[in-house]
């Protein structure tokens, strides 16, 4: 993992990255990432934090894969929000905190 950012928004953030070439959407297609974690570098992350609900917490993934394809990913922070491909994710920025020490 190379950057975290914090931005005002989500929306924010997904402009960002589209600027830098994430455009692909890996929401609609979490399965992938589910199946093929290792598959998968994350490259930016950004946090949004809502100003009095923890239930408005995001965090905005900017992946590549390792055939190249540059894409987002949002997530809920929530604790009831954390999907199969959300853990996946917080895993492989887990695995590349680790690798980077």
């Known amino acids: ?3 975290i950012y914090h931005y005002a928004s989500v929306s924010k953030a997904l402009e960002e990255l589209k600027q830098k070439g994430f455009s692909y ?3 609609i297609h979490e399965d992938h990432i589910v199946a093929n974690p ?3 570098e994350i490259m930016h ?3 949004y934090e809502g100003d009095s609900n923890p239930d408005d917490e995001a965090v905005v993934y900017g992946i590549q894969s390792k055939s ?3 894409g987002v990913f949002v997530a809920g922070f929530a604790a009831n929000s954390i999907t199969e491909a ?3 994710l917080i895993n492989i920025e887990l695995e590349g905190r680790k690798n980077k020490s």
């Open 1 to 3: 993992m190379k950057n």
């Open 25 to 27: 959407d890996f929401n």
């Open 38 to 40: 290792t598959d998968y």
């Open 45 to 47: 992350v950004y946090r």
């Open 68 to 70: 190249g394809e540059k």
């Open 86 to 88: 959300t853990q996946a």
